[in-house]
């Protein structure tokens, strides 16, 4: 692959701490760059000599820089940026913001204020996503003890009545995502993020507010990611996460780190075609969050890992893991388990478990449990839940295309549509994506032309 020096053409001094520090010898370096390419489907084929080149200022173009940094990040245990192999060129010198578990709570301060502020001015650098980051950070949650400390003394004080304005503030913004859509709603939490919570984390306060200003921000934050991947942006839904998930570390709430693992991180990896992740996340959920949750979180987490399963077509491990999903929601239904929910899980009902269910038998060609899960949600889930509804029609009409049923799938979807025309919704947009794919092979059916001239003229 051909290079570009380096302005100057100085001698590149980060790389090379960075190298010793890795105990890695330049052959041996160039040896895991190739090795981390071909994950990403590149044909590298970079020897000592090129890593001596790089050590006197040239830089190889394209996505390599990145790929450097991955490599040597892997090899140290830790994050690494473009930056801190000195190959940014002048260019996104913040590209490894919201990308670090920080080892400190001030460090934890500083990565997600900086994310907020870079996500309000839009930096263009927050798109892309990592595997080995998410692998870091699970390593990190898993092996790092709880923060001895998060109490301050500088900055304005911050009591009780703050961190309840936050919780307010999320579960007004939550109920607003659901009725709307994040297109409508993300750039209100986000500039609420930066404006107001960066504020309070900076302020003074004792060590029992400071445990539940993190909970509290570590929840917004979970949000303003999932509302990321709503807007499809998943690179930044990332970020979002693994600082969610470092705030509840900070929180000391090891439960809470299990649901961003398991309920978002997993559906991140779910959109972007991971299957193995998805199980992977699900599982270091379980056992980071064991003894720390409730029935109904550890339900959660069941349906999550057997997602995971689904998708890669494993129909016995889905089987049993959903099985253990069930019980665990029974439990908590019947009160046969004792411990009181926390909000973060309350949500998780029988239509959320009966809709996890449902995408786990569309993935393993299973239509009749299919549309059982799927009518099953419908009928509970409240109508002030419109997106969740729209994607278990869209799951429903999905069954009824694998039946065979298209006049029945297109009514269907019908109903999907309506509901979709009022959200600002890109999840939303991709499952509609996603079923009109599927009526492909029966596209000069009446039924199937009428659908598409609707779909036609709702995005007009």
């Known amino acids: 692959m051909a290079a570009r020096p380096l302005v100057a053409r100085q001698p590149n001094e980060r790389l090379q701490a960075l190298i010793q520090e890795a105990g890695c010898s330049n052959a041996g370096l160039a040896r895991r760059v190739n090795m981390c390419g071909a994950e990403h489907g590149l044909d590298l084929r970079y020897d000592k000599t090129s890593v001596a080149r790089w050590l006197r200022g040239q830089q190889p173009r394209g996505r390599a820089p990145a790929v450097i940094a991955e490599a040597l990040g892997r090899k140290l245990g830790r994050s690494v940026t473009i930056d801190e192999i000195g190959m940014a060129n002048g260019k996104n010198l913040a590209s490894g913001v919201g990308l670090q578990f920080s080892p400190t709570v001030l460090g934890a301060i500083e990565q997600v204020c900086e994310l907020w502020r870079s996500d309000v001015g839009r930096r263009d650098f927050l798109s892309g996503t990592s595997v080995s980051y998410t692998q870091m950070c699970i390593r990190d949650r898993l092996i790092t003890a709880a923060d001895a400390q998060v109490a ?39 500039h609420y993020l930066n404006s107001v919570v960066s504020g309070l984390l900076a302020g003074s306060y004792r060590e029992a507010v400071g445990r539940d200003l993190f909970a509290a921000v570590a929840r917004l934050t979970e949000l303003a990611g999932y509302m990321a991947v709503d807007t499809g942006q998943p690179g930044l839904a990332q970020r979002y996460y693994i600082q969610a998930l470092r705030l509840a570390q900070a929180a000391g709430d090891r439960g809470y780190g299990g649901y961003v693992l398991a309920a978002s991180m997993s559906h991140l990896a779910a959109s972007l075609g991971n299957p193995r992740e998805i199980a992977q996340l699900a599982k270091a959920a379980q056992e980071g969050a064991r003894g720390h949750v409730t029935p109904r979180a550890e339900a959660m987490f069941y349906a999550a890992e057997a997602r995971g399963h689904a998708l890669l077509g494993d129909a016995r491990s889905c089987q049993v893991v959903a099985s253990r999903a069930v019980s665990r929601l029974d439990a908590a239904d019947n009160g046969t388990d004792s411990g009181d929910d926390p909000p973060w899980i309350r949500h998780f009902d029988r239509a959320y478990l009966s809709d996890e269910l449902a995408h ?36 429903l009409a999905t069954a009824h295309v694998q039946q065979r049923e298209v006049e029945e799938a297109c009514a269907t979807g019908t109903r999907a549509l309506e509901l979709l025309s009022t959200l600002r919704s890109n999840r939303g947009a991709e499952y509609l994506d996603d079923f009109q794919q599927r009526l492909e092979p029966y596209r000069e059916e009446p039924v199937v032309r009428e659908f598409g001239a609707r779909m036609e003229m709702a995005a007009a």
């Open 152 to 190: 301050r003394s500088a900055g304005a004080r911050v009591g009780p009545s703050d961190v309840e304005a936050v919780r307010a503030t999320t579960e007004a913004l939550i109920e607003l995502d659901h009725r709307y859509g994040s297109g409508h709603v993300r750039p209100v939490v986000v």
């Open 360 to 395: 786990c038998h569309r993935d393993l060609g299973q239509a009749e449990p299919a549309r059982r899960h799927a009518e099953d949600a419908l009928s509970v889930h409240p109508t002030g839940r419109v997106r969740r509804r729209a994607i278990d029609l869209l799951l």
